[in-house]
């Protein structure tokens, strides 16, 4: 049961047992259909938090076996440099710097950080000759049981950096019982990213006999569900589709207990994507003195903060700039205008495609697709990824890309992390990037592992504010700025100067939390008026909120009334022709009445009394009562009575031989005509009065004609000259039919408008909608 309390301003709900006798007054009781609505709702809502929810985990009250961290060994060669030496090979090694005490000094070999002979012949087999910079410093950090952030650039090697102390920590440990979790478990933000990584791990999993399970949603869950339950030491995972892995049958399918090594990868885009609390509540079911290492391109000051939560005493690794681009990438800024984008596009591809894969950036989804289409017009075979295709789909296209099947890729955001294609000699960002850290990625994407790459940025005058990160990204990887964007920033800092305004930086890490838009905070507003209405709350000051959706309904239809009067129809109209298309708007007793008129004008153009019959059945008449010989019919007579019949069969009236006196002195009714513009309406409320059900019963219950018209116009679009916003006109004989009609089509938006305020969901203004 429900039980509302009102405490200092806030509304809460809390759950309370029932006994079983007032369960069964409740069951017997009769209640509205809004209440079995809520009631409905919390049902869904609690049954959702059921499935998602994972077991919560007493680690007090759990016996954890012990397990070794420290494995690293230093070698007598290592263990002779001085402080000066370390500190000079370092700098060397692109830079490292090292936060932290007791870190250990940087090795020079594959040799001195104690692999196997099986991970050797790895290396050799995949040509890895040395450690690079961050994996010289990071292994045997990691090594020696420490907790780490790395960062380092894009292409530098961070996955064989957590990869390397990762297999030596599960060989150390006992072998997995029949219901053991996994050993290890590595946490992606983004589903391609986990796959690379499970693909890196599959290199040494084979010979080391170990098994890796990557888990991710947007495909079956029964084949991840099977290769869980036959055992494995690492997991590769997204957040969300791992809570349903460990919330599922109970926690029957994968559980946490033997882990003690945890991965983060990309750790400041999977917070900023908004997975911490996925990230947290994995976290916090793994015991406490577990290993935890995070690794990044980019970890802005701000997620620090967020990081540390889950870190004990870390060692922090950078190796180059903090958030820098490869000096690999040669970057070129180019000022152009919207319509010229395209044409510089062709020419780039024309120098660059030969030599290698190309990776096209743009903003949207939607872009993503018609940019495709374009290049394809143009004889460029390509191919598009965004968030809005198929995930099964979205693998096969990467597999193609990365394996030079298809040289060109046109891709969102979703491809500016961890991809990596060997042969990718040019990105172009068709679309300015927004922030800095999205920038830096995407350039990181060529340039890898010690190749040439090359990253060419087109930027309109109408982004200007985007011009500073850019600019700062070019500085801080050491590549020249032209004097076109210099140009271009430096006008739009004395403009906002002159308007007052303060120039910041447009990162997208902020760390200033969720903020509402205009919707958001106008749906919030609405739903504290309904809760406070719901308990008898209100302020003096409140408006009622009935009157308040009346009215901003009202002003969203705009409506246009006409009256006109016309004449009678010539042709009566089957009443049984379609429901709500009645082209006069007539109701079937009209119609009736209309009908009798007719046929009373019929017998007094004909002279004869509403009892009389046709000319034939009268001399019938004569001859069989013997009155003599039968009248003489003209044969014209005959022949205008059989055609009255078949106009009475019909519906139909002739013009009479007096047609000028007729329309002169025709009778004429009322037309009221009405529009309801509902262009600005939510979708969902729009759907509730244009689907044909919906007309059907309103034309039913109003006796009104209503028809939809107009198009569909998004809200920053204007209609072209001779084109209308979407609307509903409304026709009828009588204006009660007109406002009933009104009437029923208000209430079924306004209940619209009122569920999705209960709903708390903003409007969705997207082109795709991922499951």
């Known amino acids: 049961a429900k039980k509302l309390t009102h405490r200092e301003g806030e509304i809460t709900v809390k759950d309370e047992p029932l006994d079983k006798e007032e369960e069964q007054k409740r069951l017997e009781m009769e209640y509205s259909s809004e209440e079995e609505e809520e009631d409905l709702e919390s049902t869904m809502l609690n049954m959702n938090k059921k499935k998602k929810d994972t077991i919560v985990v007493n680690h007090d009250k759990i016996y954890y076996a012990s397990f070794r961290k420290n494995f690293y060994v230093e070698v007598p060669e290592i263990a002779r440099m001085t402080t000066e030496e370390v500190e000079a090979y370092r700098t060397e090694l692109e830079g490292i710097k090292v936060r932290g005490k007791n870190c250990p000094k940087p090795i020079k070999s594959w040799a ?37 952030i790395g960062i380092a650039k894009t292409g530098s090697g961070k996955t064989l950096a957590f990869l390397i102390p990762l297999f030596r920590h599960i060989m150390d440990q006992p072998p997995l019982d029949e219901n053991d979790g996994p050993i290890a478990i590595i946490m992606t933000p983004t589903r391609e990213l986990a796959m690379q990584i499970t693909s890196e791990c599959k290199k040494f999993t084979k010979p080391l006999g170990l098994k890796a399970v990557c888990v991710y949603g947007g495909t079956g869950i029964s084949e991840q569900i099977a290769e869980l339950k036959r055992g494995c030491e690492i997991i590769v995972c997204t957040p969300g589709r ?110 660059y495609q030969e030599k290698g894969s190309v990776l096209v950036f743009v903003d949207k989804q939607e872009h993503a697709d018609e ?62 990037p927004n922030h800095y850290e999205d920038y830096v990625h995407r350039c990181g994407r ?48 004395e403009r906002a100067k002159a308007e007052g305004k303060t120039v910041k930086s447009s990162s997208g890490f902020l760390g200033k939390g969720f903020k509402f838009d205009e919707t958001e905070a106008q749906l919030a507003n609405e739903r504290k008026k309904l809760q406070k209405a719901a308990l008898g709350l209100q302020d003096s000051d409140d408006e009622d909120t009935g009157v308040d959706i009346d009215q901003q309904i009202e002003d969203m239809f705009a409506s246009v009334k006409r009256v006109t009067d016309i004449a009678k129809p010539q042709v009566i109209s089957n009443p049984m022709a379609g429901i709500g298309a009645l082209p006069t708007g007539q109701s079937n007793q009209q119609k009736l009445a209309l009908a009798k008129q007719l046929a009373a004008k019929i017998n007094m153009a004909k002279k004869i009394g509403p009892d009389a019959r046709d000319i034939t059945q009268q001399a019938a008449k004569f001859i069989l009562s013997d009155e003599g010989f039968a009248p003489k019919v003209a044969s014209k007579t005959i022949a205008e009575q059989t055609a009255e019949k078949i106009n009475a069969k019909l519906g139909y009236r002739p013009p009479s031989e007096d047609e000028e006196g007729e329309n002169s002195n025709a009778e004429t009714f009322k037309r009221y005509e009405e529009e309801l513009e509902i262009n600005d309406f939510p979708q969902t409320a729009r759907w509730k009065v244009t689907s044909k059900e919906a007309l059907a019963q309103i034309c039913e219950y109003s006796e009104a004609g209503i028809t939809v018209r107009g198009t569909y116009f998004p809200p920053n679009k204007e209609p072209k000259e001779g084109e209308r916003k979407l609307y509903l006109a409304i026709e009828a004989t009588s204006d009660m039919a007109i406002q009933k009609a009104k009437k029923e089509i208000t209430r079924l938006i306004k209940d619209e408008l009122i569920r999705l305020q209960n709903s708390y969901q903003p409007i969705n203004k997207g082109r795709y909608k991922v499951l």
Not at 119 to 131: A, G
Not at 290 to 299: E, G, L, P, Y
Request: aromatic share 8%; glycine share 6%.
């Open 112 to 148: 001195q950080c104690g692999c196997s002979k099986k991970v050797m012949d790895v290396f050799r087999k995949n040509s890895f000759e040395k450690p690079t910079p961050i994996q010289s410093q990071a292994i045997p950090a990691i090594m020696s049981g420490r907790d780490l």
């Open 371 to 432: 940019l495709m289409k374009e290049l394809m017009t143009h004889s460029y075979p390509c191919m598009s990824l965004h968030g809005g295709i198929d995930q099964y789909d979205r693998d096969s296209i990467i597999v193609d890309f990365k394996n030079g099947n298809v040289k060109l890729l046109v891709a969102t955001s979703v491809a500016a992390r961890g991809l990596d294609v060997k042969h990718l000699i040019l990105v172009v960002n068709y679309d300015c």
């Open 446 to 493: 060529t340039g890898r592992a010690g190749n040439k790459g090359y990253a060419f940025t087109f930027i309109t005058p109408e982004q200007e504010r985007y011009a500073g990160d850019i600019i700062k990204a070019l500085e801080l990887s050491g590549a020249t700025v032209n004097a076109d964007l210099e140009k271009l920033w430096n006008d739009y800092k």
């Open 242 to 351: 791992m809570i349903d892995m460990l919330s599922a049958n109970n926690g029957r399918v994968t559980n946490l207990r033997r882990c003690t090594y945890v991965v983060l990868d990309e750790a400041d885009r999977m917070f900023d994507m908004g997975f911490e609390p996925q990230v947290t509540k994995i976290v916090d079911s793994i015991r406490p003195d577990r290993q935890t290492v995070m690794f990044s391109a980019t970890f802005p000051r701000q997620m620090e903060a967020l990081a540390r939560k889950i870190l004990q005493k870390p060692i922090e690794v950078q190796v180059g700039g903090r958030s820098v681009v490869c000096r690999d990438v040669d970057q070129s800024v180019i000022v152009i205008d919207e319509d010229k984008k395209f044409l510089k596009l062709l020419e780039l591809l024309g120098l």
